[in-house]
């Protein structure tokens, strides 16, 4: 097995809501930390692709306080002084912030890695190649985007257009990266799926410490925060004091990719495995798992699934009998409490509806 690199370090971000996958995905415990089948959580499988790779306290997590049961119980492995705690969930931002000055103050010659808890991967000793290979890339100041051969003209990732090719080291590519395109409409994402030189922009991204910071830095928007940030860090004094709250709150809810990564000079993308999902919707939960002779992917609770002239649907069943006929490309999810039907090309809609409960007012379900 491939062993990281001295310098490196990995941060895990784990403070999303994964709203998509509601009614399955709530608050009170979000995708990452919950089983969609098998015995791992997504954030389990995350740690799984570190283990062995790098050592347990070059690994870092960070996710709002009120999921300090769940870090504990999805990632006892990661040191808790390892375990950095949000007073309140701010964006990612935030969370790149408070993981940045937290490894400069231990290494300040260091590369990190971030990741995001829910992503999935299947091939881990091409994972462990490409992560070191981020690291020796960012080495001359560089930031390293991972992009993926569209699939579709998803509309739901951005775009990374990228120009000459830098090198090739087996079945990992190098390429300059050009220019981010957020989230496309359908005509256009066609358009670059048809092209050559544009990828799906692929989660997390690998940069040296220090430029974390000094872009950080260099925003007046947020200048000053950085340096009271980097001087809390600093004193040892704890992330759930008042002084901390009321800092942290001042941090732009802006996301990483325009406060940090938009304003480098520097930019490389590294190609990541073709089968690389975010799992952000019902959608992309029915591409990762197996299907049965009707295409059909059934998780939860199979045996209370009943199915007849029915294709390429997603089931997730409870403690109640669902039995379907005739349909084609649905998604169907019971929890228990909620029932969830809709098509699976509108599976991204989903997002949309729990803005709807939240405003009836119905926040016990969501």
Known sequence: MAKAPANLYVVIIAGGVGTRLWPKSRKALPKQFFHLDGDLSLSQLTYQRLKGFIPDDHIYVVAPAHYRSQIQKNLPQIPKQNRLLEPVKQGTTAANLLS????????????????????????????????????????????????????????????????????????????KALKFVEKPDERRARRYVSSSNYYWHGSGFAA????????????????????????????????????????YKQITKDPIETTFLEKVKSTKMITLEDTWNDVGSWAQVYEIFPKDAQRNVILGNPKNVVTRNSFHNLIFASDRLIAITDMEGMVIVDTGDALLACPMVNAQNVKALVEILKSLKLDKLI
């Open 100 to 175: 940045a000055s937290v490894i400069y103050h231990r290494d300040p010659n260091a590369i990190v890695h971030l990741l995001v808890a829910d992503d999935y991967l299947q091939d881990i000793p091409r994972f462990h190649r490409m992560s070191s290979l981020a690291a020796q890339q960012a080495a001359d100041d560089s930031v390293i985007v991972f992009g993926v051969k569209p699939r579709s003209p998803h509309t739901g990732f951005g775009y990374i257009k990228t120009g000459k090719k830098l090198s090739t080291h087996g079945d990992i590519q190098v390429f």
């Open 208 to 247: 040296p410490v220090q430029l974390i910071l000094d872009t950080l830095s260099a925003s007046p928007q947020i200048n000053s925060i950085v340096t009271k940030i980097n001087q809390h860090v600093a004193s040892g004094k704890s992330l759930n004091r008042p002084a901390f709250l009321k800092l």
